[in-house]
């Protein structure tokens, strides 16, 4: 069975999961296509999808008979609504981070699953599936003893001038937020964040860099640098300190030159490049699951486990220096 696909938002990210669909995975098809700017959806189809049917509004799109699964690739505020619809509808949905940019929101979308009695949601948290963080888990699950610290650093060369301070956490470490859960095993329990001096290129709107302190229910102490404006490269950084060692997330493989007395490696700069594979898996995984009819990989409890995580962390860059405290609710069964 090819598995008939529907992308809402065809921007940055819906090109480019439009074109991994069309171009490089097996096992399904664009057939559909959305955009709030239809020119931007129609650029798509002519470019990757020719026989693909653009709709003006995503929800006729999700409604379509034609259409088994969709893709939700919009503005992230736009999410919540596209994902109801698809449960609603009991299509499977991938749906790119944030879930949605409330915890409300999110909690809505899990309490629409869970009536719905299965998984139909995955979140586009892609670096569970990279292999770099892959090996990782690997190796923390079963060399280095208790995990007792992590360090970390999420830095972007730089911003568009629209990127405010709380962007830094909703939109950038939800990525660790996520990521470092199910490195873990673990969840929050408080949020602190303090700002060290400001980056002379960091434009007025936003407070760059940031330090964020997480604290585990496990007692793990994680620091994470969020540096989004560094200049030299996009530059993913991941330790874990443990009771019998430690373990490095592994440097992306790229070409070492010994030339001029130098002995150099080239840093990425673009987050696309550096995850390019990871997208790829977790797209084929979303195929995989979605052709059986439902989802698997990072699900709406773990989107909206990093919404309320998140609204702590932007609650503690308010209050900066002050620790917040981050409470879950219990886990419905669907999720364990
Ligand atoms: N997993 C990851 O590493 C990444 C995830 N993202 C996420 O993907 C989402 C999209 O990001 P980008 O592609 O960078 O943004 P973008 O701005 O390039 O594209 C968003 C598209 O959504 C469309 N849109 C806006 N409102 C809409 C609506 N109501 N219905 C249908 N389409 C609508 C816009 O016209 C635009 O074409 C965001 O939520 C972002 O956080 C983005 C980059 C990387
Ligand atoms: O999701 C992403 C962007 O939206 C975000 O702006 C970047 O900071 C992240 O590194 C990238 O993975």
Redesign the pocket.
């Known amino acids: 069975m090819t598995l008939r696909i529907g992308v809402i938002g065809t921007g940055m990210?819906g090109r480019d999961h439009t074109r991994r669909i069309a171009q490089v995975l097996a096992g399904a098809e664009i057939v559909a296509l959305s955009d709030y700017n239809p020119a931007a959806a129609r650029a798509v189809q002519a470019d990757l999808a020719p026989d693909a049917m653009v709709y003006d509004k995503g929800e006729e799109l999700i409604a379509a008979d034609d259409v088994d699964a969709v893709l939700v690739c919009s503005t992230g505020s736009t999410h919540e609504a596209y994902v109801l619809a698809a449960i609603a509808a009991g299509k499977p949905c991938f749906c790119e981070?944030p879930l949605a940019t409330t915890a409300e929101g999110a909690k809505r979308i899990v309490d629409a699953e869970v009536a719905a009695g299965k998984r139909l949601v995955q979140v586009g948290f892609?670096r569970r599936y990279d292999a770099g963080y892959q090996m990782l888990k690997k190796v923390v699950d079963s060399q280095i003893g208790t995990p007792l610290m992590v360090h970390a650093a999420?830095r972007?060369p730089t911003?568009p001038e629209h990127?405010v301070t709380p962007?830094?956490i909703h939109?950038?470490l939800?990525?660790e937020i996520d990521v470092f859960r199910w490195l873990l095993d673990d969840d929050y329990v408080s949020a602190q964040v303090v700002f060290p001096r400001k980056s002379s290129h960091a434009h007025g709107k936003l407070a760059d860099p940031q330090i964020v302190l997480l604290e585990t229910a496990k007692g793990v102490r994680i620091d994470v640098e969020i540096f989004?404006n560094c200049r030299y490269g996009?530059d993913?950084q991941c330790q874990v300190v443990g009771e019998e060692g430690l373990a490095n997330l592994p440097e992306p493989m790229n070409i070492t030159t010994r030339k001029n007395a130098a002995l150099s490696t080239p840093i990425m700069t673009d987050?696309k490049d550096?995850?390019v594979d990871s997208y790829d898996v977790e797209l084929a995984d979303f195929i995989k699951a979605a052709a059986q009819g439902t989802a698997s990989g990072p699900s709406s409890w773990d989107g909206y486990v990093a919404a309320i995580s998140s609204d702590a962390c932007v609650e503690a860059q308010e209050k900066t220096g002050q620790i917040i405290p981050i409470t879950l609710p219990a886990r419905p069964a669907l999720y364990d």
């Open positions: 990210i981070k892609m999420h972007n911003v990127y962007m830094a939109d950038t939800i990525h989004v996009y993913i987050w550096r995850f």
